[in-house]
């Protein structure tokens, strides 16, 4: 990763103004829990024989929030985001 780093370094230096060429880099990308916990919810109610997710108080609540257009797609999703993984019960 170092020598990735020296050498973008090195050839923007050589370079004179223009931008160089970062195609053999790599980034991370960061996924928030929230986004995976809707996209989760969303994938688990589009299974037939699914109507609702959650618990009781939490399906009295969501039924509210849809009512009022708020809806939930995360209710009754609990993710957990790892480095190379995710881990989601459904509830």
Not at 17 to 26: K, P, V, Y
Not at 36 to 59: P, Q
Request: hydrophobic fraction near 40%; charged fraction near 20%.
């Amino acid at each position: 990763m170092a020598d990735t780093t020296t050498n973008l370094t090195a050839a923007t230096t050589r370079s004179a103004g223009t931008h160089a060429s970062a195609a053999g880099t790599s980034g991370k990308t960061t996924i928030d829990d929230t986004v995976v916990s809707k996209v989760a919810g969303i994938a688990a109610r589009e299974v037939n024989g699914v109507h609702s997710l959650g618990g009781g108080a939490a399906r009295a609540i969501g039924a509210i929030r849809d009512a009022i257009g708020q809806r939930d797609h995360g209710q009754g999703v609990k993710v957990e985001v790892g480095e190379k993984q995710v881990a989601a019960d459904v509830v």
